[in-house]
């Protein structure tokens, strides 16, 4: 085994700053025509050559006269002027030059036989007249330096005579994926294959900074290979982004390249994640090596590369947008190192609720779903819950506040019902968070969610929900909506290769099983109905292995490491699984009837009543809309 | 002549409803590769065709077990496994399949002799196991319909097997510029010309709203040549926008082409700038009539291209950004129509201030300038100073409140000092309007700005500035930060074709004078000087024509208006004039104390006494730069 086992934990602002001492101040400019400059970096400032306009010119239609020939006009003594002598007719932007000092408007003048006009009132010197410069004056500053063009600059720029600018040059960035697991998207997939995406959030971060990307194809986790790949794309490029290899595996080359092709840096940073990253220097030029997990990539890309490809691009620096928002659980971080939490933030009332999502280095979904980001210091043990807590935005604050935060059990309507909205208006979105039927009735107890999606039976009664938000919720003024009635059941594998029948089936010693959390409406389900056959959960092979969601069982149905578990029909057809009826639930809706005024609220009713999601549901089977949409 | 003198004054909102329901309802789809995505904006929402990882995989370096073979071990009982057997070593990311279940980290392992470990705790099964699905589960919702796509969607959707999606496709938009007056950027500028550069303007505003802009070559005032031009760009285009030809001038055809080619919706809207656009249609094509003037082109085409271009393009409506802001002085509008103002804010002790900017249709500047848009309602007369108003944000908040506001007096250095600050710290501007020295100190006086740059003589004393402070500012506790020592000079025309001497020749028959405003310094310096002389300013031909800067003054004579003027040599140099010095004067900045300690000032008063700004003042010439920067 040839494994680098020790990495250095450097932390991070300490690492930014010798990574950008090291890299050097490499700006370099060009001379691009202004027409194409849109969304470029000037590197100088620029000033007008012409004037704009540079005539006087007529600001009407109208006619061109001398002020002092019409100065005795007035109600009771009009003054008549010929043609040639006196005036001549002018449209808006003519030029007006010697001898005519003045426009009167077409509106102010009556004709007066042939060649003649009559006007009534004087025109006083330069009236209707732009002067010449009005709008720029030679030799003024249109736009400063470092200054993204926008298309009014263009205009501006054009009208003042300019045709050419200095901006920067668009740093080169060449991003290199490696490992020889990866496969290229559309690629037939293996178990143990892994698609290569970092590289195209790559491409996109750089064209985003102000960078040009350039993609390499993937190289197989090969000394040599790579080291050619690597020596090729440094001599190609300002800055190299190479893609993994950085951690301490018997297959990770990045630290060793580093060091024999130029100089290593350092390896290995406080973050969480992101640890294993690689800086160092290659031909001069600076290189990135980025752990491969996708949110571990796109920390260690947001913290080097984005600073230096916006101090090459020459942009202004932004400071980052944050809010202050309340932490929805408690939150222990290690001390270790500073770690970035993806946040979901939702308003519900009058605050700004923060919810940690997925932590895995591995869940890209929890970039793709997060609205900012929580930065926990390597000095802080966490956060408890209710703290306040500083956020950086990914997203506008405003599409954060137009959103319904839904907060409980999961079922593929809650997309199906969110994209309908945002489909009927833009402004509006739903978020909806996986916590179990209880986890969202305690997430509206704690003010944290508008709605919660909840299917919990009372063992007593048998009546679905309503006991529940009785007992957990009696100090809120609550309505439920009803939702859908949807179809539970068996999920085996295709042709039910174990011949499953029942729930009795789970006591089997040749069945494995998959459940669901704690508090999740299907374990009550499963529960109830092991109690009311008298079985024991204790000897059920897999009792213990939690899922927290529908699919995710089915997933592992499908994959064979489990032979049995209990979810919705929708999860089983997406799998491909058998499935096997159990009963009928009440999948509804909780709310608090403050927020049934609400007018996103209200576009939610309209669209789980409407034909179309009606029919969409229909189509998908295992769902009953009798009631959906009613409020009680 | 043959003039369309009528339009109509339909209002604003109902003109642009009438427009969108009119054009109908056109988007059009289109599938893509992932890759390469960036920005478009989905058709539909995506859901996953694979898990991500869609098998289980190893979360860490070590050894792959079955758990129930590790569940004797702990410290005082060690259990040796034996590889083939018991585990197998395994990197992170490789997949865990039967019959191992749990993952052991390489450094909580030992060896014991060849293919043999000891492990001194039990690993529970599926631990240090990334479930299949962790990431992505098949058939999830990735991101949903109408959702502009990230570089963190990319790699979600590459991951979750999509290789290609429904998006909108770009409205193709065609843009004809008109006139028989306008010429392109970069050709021969004879009296009368105009730079073409509205087109490229829309250009750009097209690709931001998501549009694919086609700019067509100018098309002379013919109506042949202008019907062939619309007819092609109808063909080829999903929606057109022409300009100008849309007013009521003898050569304005587009209303008549509108109707000719198509049906003409409306010529004419209450707006201002604006007021004679035209919408129609032709083959079905929304077409858009857009004035000639830069900023009534700018207006007409942010009211109804973009809300067009937005819609077709799928991209989420977005509520503009507004905030309130005081406004700086009283501004009257009228009731024929809506008024659009741009504006320039600035955040001064805790209020923001708005002060509009020239409201000429033909200013180009003010858009460059303008950091929002006040738009004044038909209903109303207008607003007073003082007044809370609310304006639509053109740019970030955070880069207006790092904004030093400076109002006062016009001097080149002040664009010179502002670009050098700008460049060393980019997060900070300056913005400086040129009311005149005490337009200046009266802008102090109301709490609009920072900084107050003056030149303002005291005729009795013979001194500059601090006795104006001490008369206009006594109830604020003040500074003066000393500016340069510039040069007052007579601007004429090269070579002094009328043989200037000095100011007496103001007198003079043959002399046309160009003037500054009341309240410039420069006014009062010329005031003093004829005063000293006895010299009678009513005798002056021109003494009531008022610039307001340096350069308009030296504009006006260098374009033969006027013989003789009076500025700083910069603005001689800068128009080729003949500069006739009358005598130094000083150049300085009064600030309240209280904005001495804010960074932005520091880093004001640190430019204006760095060397590079003091070289950069000599190689202008007409600057003395011995005690700048001192505070007083």
Same mark, same amino acid.
């Given at each position: 085994?040839?494994?680098?086992?020790?990495?250095?934990?450097?932390?991070?602002?300490?690492?930014?700053?010798? +990574?950008?001492?090291?890299?050097?101040?490499?700006?370099?400019?060009?001379?691009?025509?202004?027409?194409?400059?849109?969304?470029?970096?000037?590197?100088?400032?620029?000033?007008?050559?012409?004037?704009?306009?540079?005539?006087?010119?007529?600001?009407?239609?109208?006619?061109?006269?001398?002020?002092?020939? =019409?100065?005795?006009?007035?109600?009771?003594?009009?003054?008549?002027?010929?043609?040639?002598?006196?005036?001549?007719?002018?449209?808006?932007?003519?030029?007006?030059?010697?001898?005519?000092?003045?426009?009167?408007?077409?509106?102010?003048?009556?004709?007066?036989?042939?060649?003649?006009?009559?006007?009534?009132?004087?025109?006083?010197?330069?009236?209707?007249?732009?002067?010449?410069?009005?709008?720029?004056?030679?030799?003024?500053?249109?736009?400063?330096?470092?200054?993204?063009?926008?298309?009014?600059?263009?205009?501006?720029?054009?009208?003042?005579?300019? =045709?050419?600018?200095?901006?920067?040059?668009?740093?080169?960035?060449?991003?290199?994926?490696?490992? =020889?697991?990866?496969? !290229?998207?559309?690629?037939?997939?293996?178990?143990?294959?892994?698609?290569?995406?970092?590289?195209?959030?790559?491409?996109?971060?750089?064209?985003?900074?102000?960078?040009?990307?350039?993609?390499?194809?993937?190289?197989?986790?090969?000394?040599?290979?790579?080291?050619?790949?690597?020596?090729?794309?440094?001599?190609?490029?300002?800055?190299?982004?190479?893609?993994?290899?950085?951690?301490?595996?018997?297959?990770?080359? =990045?630290?060793?390249?580093?060091?024999?092709?130029?100089?290593?840096?350092?390896?290995?940073?406080?973050?969480?994640?992101?640890?294993?990253?690689?800086?160092?220097?290659?031909?001069?030029?600076?290189?990135?090596?980025?752990?491969?997990?996708?949110?571990?990539?796109?920390?260690?890309?947001?913290? +080097?590369?984005?600073?230096?490809?916006?101090?090459?691009?020459?942009?202004?620096?932004?400071?980052?947008?944050?809010?202050?928002?309340?932490?929805?659980?408690?939150?222990?971080?290690?001390?270790?190192?500073?770690?970035?939490?993806?946040?979901?933030?939702?308003?519900?009332?009058?605050?700004?609720?923060?919810?940690?999502?997925?932590?895995?280095?591995?869940?890209?979904?929890?970039?793709?779903?997060?609205?900012?980001?929580?930065?926990?210091?390597?000095?802080?043990?966490? +956060? !408890?819950?209710?703290?306040?807590?500083?956020?950086?935005?990914?997203?506008?604050?405003?599409?954060?506040?137009?959103?319904?935060?839904?907060?409980?059990?999961?079922?593929?309507?809650?997309?199906?019902?969110?994209?309908?909205?945002?489909?009927?208006?833009?402004?509006?979105?739903?978020?909806?968070?996986?916590?179990?039927?209880?986890?969202?009735?305690?997430?509206?107890?704690?003010?944290?969610?508008?709605?919660?999606?909840?299917?919990?039976?009372?063992?007593?009664?048998?009546?679905?929900?309503?006991?529940?938000?009785?007992?957990?919720?009696?100090?809120?003024?609550?309505?439920?909506?009803?939702?859908?009635?949807?179809?539970?059941?068996? #999920?085996?594998?295709?042709?039910?290769?174990?011949?499953?029948?029942?729930?009795?089936?789970?006591?089997?010693?040749?069945?494995?099983?998959?459940?669901?959390?704690?508090?999740?409406?299907?374990?009550?389900?499963?529960?109830?109905?092991?109690?009311?056959?008298?079985?024991?959960?204790?000897?059920?092979?897999?009792?213990?292995?939690?899922?927290?969601?529908?699919?995710?069982?089915?997933?592992?149905?499908?994959?064979?490491?489990?032979?049995?578990?209990?979810?919705?029909?929708?999860?089983?057809?997406?799998?491909?699984?058998?499935?096997?009826?159990?009963?009928?639930?009440?999948?509804?809706?909780?709310?608090?009837?403050?927020?049934?005024?609400?007018?996103?609220?209200?576009?939610?009713?309209?669209?789980? #009543?409407?034909?179309?999601?009606?029919?969409?549901?229909?189509? #998908?089977?295992?769902?009953?809309?009798?009631?959906?949409?009613?409020?009680?």
């Amino acid at each position: 085994m040839d494994r680098n086992l020790y990495l250095e934990n450097m932390d991070v602002d300490e690492a930014l700053k010798l +990574f950008l001492d090291r890299s050097g101040q490499k700006q370099q400019t060009e001379k691009i025509p202004v027409i194409g400059s849109l969304g470029r970096v000037t590197a100088d400032p620029v000033f007008a050559i012409y004037s704009s306009p540079n005539f006087n010119a007529s600001a009407m239609d109208g006619i061109a006269v001398k002020a002092k020939d =019409t100065f005795e006009a007035s109600e009771v003594n009009l003054v008549i002027l010929k043609k040639e002598n006196h005036y001549k007719y002018v449209d808006t932007g003519d030029s007006i030059s010697d001898p005519y000092d003045a426009v009167i408007m077409i509106e102010d003048i009556a004709e007066a036989g042939e060649d003649r006009v009559k006007i009534i009132s004087p025109a006083f010197p330069w009236q209707h007249i732009r002067p010449i410069g009005e709008d720029i004056v030679a030799n003024e500053m249109i736009i400063p330096s470092n200054h993204i063009i926008r298309p009014v600059d263009i205009g501006a720029l054009l009208s003042g005579g300019i =045709t050419e600018i200095a901006v920067y040059k668009k740093p080169k960035v060449g991003i290199i994926p490696t490992g =020889t697991e990866i496969v !290229e998207p559309g690629e037939e997939l293996r178990i143990g294959d892994i698609i290569e995406s970092n590289s195209r959030i790559f491409e996109g971060l750089v064209i985003e900074y102000g960078g040009e990307p350039k993609r390499y194809a993937p190289v197989p986790d090969d000394y040599e290979k790579l080291k050619a790949a690597l020596k090729n794309a440094a001599m190609e490029n300002d800055i190299v982004v190479i893609n993994a290899g950085s951690s301490a595996g018997s297959e990770d080359y =990045t630290a060793k390249l580093v060091k024999d092709l130029g100089e290593l840096i350092l390896h290995g940073i406080a973050t969480k994640p992101g640890k294993p990253a690689i800086l160092g220097l290659i031909q001069g030029k600076p290189v990135i090596g980025v752990p491969g997990y996708p949110v571990s990539a796109w920390v260690v890309f947001e913290i +080097f590369a984005k600073a230096l490809i916006n101090k090459w691009s020459g942009r202004p620096i932004k400071e980052e947008k944050t809010v202050e928002a309340v932490l929805s659980k408690r939150m222990v971080s290690s001390l270790k190192n500073k770690e970035y939490v993806r946040i979901k933030l939702g308003k519900v009332m009058d605050n700004l609720i923060a919810t940690p999502l997925n932590r895995g280095a591995g869940v890209t979904m929890s970039l793709v779903r997060a609205d900012g980001i929580l930065e926990i210091p390597q000095t802080s043990e966490g +956060f !408890e819950a209710g703290e306040k807590i500083k956020v950086k935005l990914l997203k506008d604050l405003e599409d954060i506040q137009n959103t319904i935060v839904s907060i409980g059990s999961h079922d593929l309507i809650m997309d199906i019902a969110g994209n309908m909205m945002h489909r009927k208006n833009s402004g509006y979105n739903l978020s909806s968070a996986h916590v179990g039927s209880m986890g969202g009735i305690m997430a509206i107890r704690r003010g944290e969610a508008h709605i919660a999606p909840i299917h919990l039976l009372d063992e007593k009664t048998g009546i679905y929900n309503i006991e529940y938000i009785k007992k957990y919720l009696s100090n809120i003024d609550m309505a439920l909506i009803k939702g859908v009635k949807r179809v539970q059941g068996i #999920m085996t594998k295709k042709n039910n290769p174990k011949s499953i029948k029942g729930i009795e089936d789970l006591m089997r010693e040749d069945i494995g099983f998959v459940n669901r959390q704690k508090g999740a409406g299907t374990r009550i389900l499963v529960d109830y109905l092991l109690k009311k056959s008298n079985l024991d959960a204790e000897k059920i092979r897999g009792y213990e292995r939690e899922m927290t969601t529908h699919m995710a069982v089915a997933a592992a149905i499908a994959s064979g490491t489990a032979d049995m578990g209990v979810g919705v029909y929708s999860a089983a057809k997406a799998m491909n699984l058998d499935f096997i009826p159990i009963g009928e639930e009440d999948y509804d809706f909780a709310i608090p009837r403050a927020f049934l005024g609400e007018d996103m609220i209200e576009l939610f009713i309209e669209v789980i #009543m409407s034909q179309e999601f009606k029919n969409y549901l229909q189509s #998908m089977g295992g769902y009953g809309t009798e009631n959906t949409g009613e409020i009680i």
